[in-house]
């Protein structure tokens, strides 16, 4: 089974544009430093309201609050993220916040973000990419349109610009 940490950002945005449900099929088990919690909680309704009785493959570690001067830059949230991927030698990190997945690079993990997680389950036939990418841009997620053109395009999905 493949050691999962998540950051605020892909949980968030997958809860808002409905799909949280593809993380348990695609990694079983998530697991999130309490201060990704709090993050959560202070989030959108919505996501507040999924954090506040999380999932039983949510599960949620103490933070260590590890001090690295190479990610004072970085929130919380990230920084704790990180820190717990290194104490257990996760396989993967989810984080959208390019500072904290270059941090996460720096320190040999593989990262993903929200719009990586929508490709992995595309590709699984777990949602329609376009129909929740169209769902992301509702929402104040950062994204160039070129990154989500080619995310289409490798999965074969033509789509027409408007």
């Known amino acids: ?59 949620i570690r103490e933070s260590l609050h590890a001090y690295h001067p190479a990610m004072e830059h970085l929130d919380e949230g990230e920084r704790d993220a990180v820190a717990l991927a290194v104490a257990l030698h996760a396989d993967l990190l989810l984080m959208d916040d390019r500072e904290g997945v270059l941090a996460a690079r720096r320190e040999g993990f593989e990262v993903i973000g929200t719009l990586g997680v929508i490709a992995r389950a595309a590709k699984r036939n777990l949602l329609n990419p376009s129909q929740a990418f169209d769902r992301l841009k ?25």
Do not use: C
């Open 1 to 59: 089974m493949q050691l999962v940490i998540a950051d605020t950002g892909p949980i968030n945005y997958l809860v808002l544009i409905g799909h949280i449900e593809v993380l348990p099929v695609l990694f079983r088990k998530i697991i999130l430093p309490s201060t990704v919690r709090d993050e959560l909680a202070a989030a959108p309704l919505p996501v507040k309201n999924w954090i506040a009785k999380p999932p039983e493959w949510i599960d």
């Open 138 to 162: 509702q929402t104040n997620f950062r994204y160039r349109q070129e990154t989500i053109d080619m995310l289409l395009n490798e999965l074969g999905i033509l789509r027409q610009r408007g």
